[in-house]
Nanobody
Framework: QLQLVESGGGLVQAGGSLRLSCAAS????????IDWFHQAPGKRREFVAS???????NYADSVKGRFAISRDAAKNTVYLQMNGMKPEDTGVYYC??????????WGLGTQVTVSS
């Protein structure tokens, strides 16, 4: 199965920006979609954004207009550009694909902290 590794997290002030990366072990077109999820402290993991094989993107209502998902096929990497960040965006961000999600296999994620 395609393995994914997240990176790019860090500390940012409210209103600031970060770009997360999701590096794949092979072609990102080998899966139907790449998804980003967010797990806030003490809460369940929630969907943030996805990009399908044909390039269709979807976003959670909470991030529409602020976050953008994109990909670089040559680098086997999917990105999550986060702008206008809010303290509630704090948490661990994970990327994954549907098969691994179905078997509850998750990577380490990358920590994002937004200070107010």
């Amino acid at each position: 199965q395609l393995q994914l590794v997240e990176s790019g997290g860090g500390l940012v002030q409210a209103g600031g920006s970060l770009r997360l990366s999701c590096a794949a072990s092979g072609s990102i077109f080998s899966v139907n979609a790449i998804d980003w999820f967010h797990q806030a402290p003490g809460k369940r993991r929630e969907f943030v954004a996805s990009i399908s094989k044909d390039g269709t993107t979807n976003y959670a209502d909470s991030v529409k207009g602020r976050f953008a998902i994109s990909r670089d096929a040559a680098k086997n990497t999917v990105y999550l550009q986060m702008n206008g960040m809010k303290p509630e965006d704090t948490g661990v961000y994970y990327c994954n694909h549907p098969y691994q999600e179905s078997v509850e296999y998750w990577g380490l994620g990358t920590q994002v902290t937004v200070s107010s």
